[in-house]
């Protein structure tokens, strides 16, 4: 009672991202659509466990579907890869920084960049 699942926060972030972003124009690119698919993977995996099974999940992945952003200098797989440079615009990371895979590891879910 009380909480809320991975796939309302990310929701949340996204419709915040859509609303703010051609104000502060600081999304160049985004992955919604995987995130919310990860985020509903995530709430299908906690859903059956129990409280003693979920701190241990917690324990092994602190970042458990919280999402997180980041400046286009750190690669993303699948996104823009700019460093805010025009010379880069075209440029898509096939790979994720060390701490972009460290976050996804951690279980935390990339929005944008």
Not at 3 to 11: A, G, P, Y
Not at 76 to 96: M, Q
């Amino acid at each position: 009672a009380g909480e809320l699942s991975s796939e309302q926060i990310v929701t949340a972030f996204i419709q915040r991202i859509k609303d703010v972003n051609s104000i502060l124009n600081c999304v160049v690119d985004d992955r919604f659509r995987e995130a919310l698919s990860e985020a509903k993977q995530i709430d299908q995996l906690l859903e059956p466990l129990t409280g003693a099974k979920r701190k241990q999940l917690f324990e092994q992945k602190p970042f458990l579907g919280v999402p997180f952003t980041t400046k286009d200098c750190m690669a993303v797989s699948g996104l823009s890869w700019t460093a805010g440079l025009f010379a880069r615009k075209s440029a898509k990371a096939n790979f994720d920084a060390p701490v972009v895979a460290a976050m996804r590891r951690a279980g935390a879910i990339p929005l944008a960049v």
